[in-house]
């Protein structure tokens, strides 16, 4: 059984940084990318973050650029989120992802999902 475990959520002021930890695990588990999405109460899921093993490529949502980097270890299947210049509108919670299916401006969603990890950003 597939299994993807986030960590590092928390509570920030604006401006402030956290960052998130997921670590996948499993016989089975195999995912050339994976990525980062968040929720808030009422809304759809959205993307975040994503990076390729393959080539290292990067994807990122418009509303994140700049402030968040996305990094990973392939050899550990673990993908990190480094997410400075935190701000209110953050706010979420944050659900690794594996398994997607990737294009050259894309990242859409794969089957494996973490249970989520609140990342709460205070004005």
């Known amino acids: 059984q597939v299994q993807l475990v986030e960590s590092g959520g928390g509570l920030v002021q604006a401006g402030g940084s956290l960052r998130l930890s997921c670590a996948a695990s499993?016989?089975?588990?195999?995912?050339?990318?994976m990525g980062w999405f968040r929720q808030v109460p009422g809304k759809e899921r959205e993307f975040v973050a994503g990076?390729?093993?393959?080539?290292?490529?990067?994807y990122y949502a418009d509303s994140v650029k700049g402030r968040f980097t996305i990094s990973g270890d392939n050899a550990k299947n673990t993908v990190y989120l480094q997410m400075n210049t935190l701000k209110p509108e953050d706010t979420a919670v944050y659900y690794c992802?594996?398994?997607?299916?990737?294009?050259?401006?894309?990242?859409?969603?794969?089957?494996?999902w973490g249970q989520g990890t609140q990342v709460t950003v205070s004005s």
């Open positions: 499993g016989r089975t588990f195999s995912s050339y990318a």
């Open positions: 992802n594996a398994d997607p299916r990737l294009g050259d401006t894309y990242y859409l969603a794969g089957r494996y």
């Open positions: 990076i390729s093993w393959r080539g290292g490529k990067t």
